[in-house]
Nanobody
Framework: QVPLVQSGGGEVQPGGSLRLSCGYS????????IGWFRQAPGKERERVSC????????NYADSVKGRFIISRDHTKNMVYLQLNSLKPEDTAVYYC??????????????????WGQGTHVNISS
């Protein structure tokens, strides 16, 4: 599978919003999920959110639940991550990746592949 293509990100003040995009047009799997991960400076990469492209079921990390919204658009082969009520601790490089096992309930990082190039999100006043 080809790598996913990311866009979006940037710098906003605390409380602001951003939208990240992840294009999966090169993915030819029948059923799969797209997950978002992030890695803050000096920290391990962590899970953020996951969506099954086939049925739209989702999963969120507790740290972003109620603030971030993941969605997909079949017509554009895109998955979006809407980041709301941003906090300084949300600062990180965000990555999207494909789970060919379509297992968002498990959301195991080692199952993911075809990682996007990463996009920076910086929350600063």
């Amino acid at each position: 599978q080809v790598p996913l293509v990311q866009s979006g990100g940037g710098e906003v003040q605390p409380g602001g919003s951003l939208r990240l995009s992840c294009g999966y047009s090169g993915i030819t799997l029948g059923q799969f999920a797209i997950g978002w991960f992030r890695q803050a400076p000096g920290k391990e990469r962590e899970r953020v959110s996951c969506i099954s492209v086939s049925d739209g079921s989702t999963n969120y990390a507790d740290s972003v639940k109620g603030r971030f919204i993941i969605s997909r658009d079949h017509t554009k082969n895109m998955v979006y991550l809407q980041l709301n009520s941003l906090k300084p601790e949300d600062t990180a490089v965000y990555y999207c990746a494909v789970d060919p096992w379509n297992s968002c309930p498990l959301f195991e990082e080692e199952e993911f592949e075809s990682w996007g190039q990463g996009t920076h999100v910086n929350i600063s006043s």
